[in-house]
């Protein structure tokens, strides 16, 4: 089985200043990851997805990421980031190897402060 | 290209009244999934489907039943709803393919007094 762990509930940062926001999973199997979005009132969107091959993965509204299979994480960066991005952001796994379900981590709300 | 559907978008119950939520993709994908959605808890699953007349239990199933008659459409039935099912509920669909993402509906935000 696998699980997601996002260390950080909340997040508040000022406007343009660089931003990070944590993942890490567990799984007995190989998974590919992923990192949505949920703007206010909306549902879930995809911001970026980790395959294969380089392990920085960019995604839309300027945000990437990098997976780390030591340390089995897959942590979101975003080097300026504005008001816009206030959201709730969740990361996400898929076992490689079985047909199954998509397993959320339990989301980290950005709040970007003018 | 509509993607997920959920209806309705919102809802008002009093308490033991039913209800069901329906939810409908044009992806003609496999594998679709109900959740809800309350402050703090983040997303959890309620019930998914793996296909058309297969249904399964998430994480929080009880007080909630589902159908999967149809492969496009997937619901979710409140038989007595109490006010701990207060929430915003989301329906999502994928394909059985692990490198593939999910789609989300838009929400259902259900109050019951």
């Known amino acids: 089985a696998q699980s997601v762990t996002q260390l950080d509930s909340q997040v508040p940062v000022f406007e343009e200043a660089p931003v990070e926001l944590r993942c890490n999973y567990s799984?007995?199997?190989?998974?590919?990851l992923f990192w949505y979005v949920q703007y206010p009132n909306q549902g879930l969107q995809l911001l970026l997805k980790y395959l294969s091959g380089s392990t920085l993965v960019k995604g839309i509204n300027g945000f990437e990421a990098e997976f780390n299979k030591s340390q089995t994480s897959f942590h979101l960066r975003k080097p300026s980031v504005h008001i816009s991005d206030t959201a709730e952001y969740f990361c996400?796994?898929?076992?490689?190897?079985?047909?199954?379900?998509?397993?959320f981590g339990p989301g980290t709300s950005l709040s970007v402060i003018p | 290209n509509a993607g997920v559907t959920q209806t309705p978008k919102f809802r008002v119950l009093k308490t033991g009244q039913s209800m069901t939520l329906l939810c409908a993709q044009d992806?003609?994908?496999?594998?679709m999934y109900w959740y809800r959605q309350d402050p703090g808890m983040g997303l959890r699953l309620i019930h998914y489907?793996?296909?058309?007349?297969?249904?399964a239990k998430g994480e929080v199933p009880d007080g909630y039943n589902v159908s999967r008659l149809k492969k496009q459409n997937f619901l979710l039935g409140l038989e007595s709803a109490a006010p701990s099912q207060t929430s915003v509920y989301f329906c999502?669909?994928?394909?059985?393919?692990?490198?593939?993402?999910?789609?989300f509906g838009q929400g259902t935000r259900l109050t019951v007094v």
């Open positions: 996400a796994v898929r076992a490689k190897t079985s047909y199954d379900k998509v397993i």
């Open positions: 992806m003609n994908h496999e594998y």
């Open positions: 489907s793996v296909g058309e007349g297969t249904t």
């Open positions: 799984s007995s199997v190989s998974v590919y």
């Open positions: 999502a669909s994928s394909s059985p393919l692990p490198n593939t993402e999910a789609f």
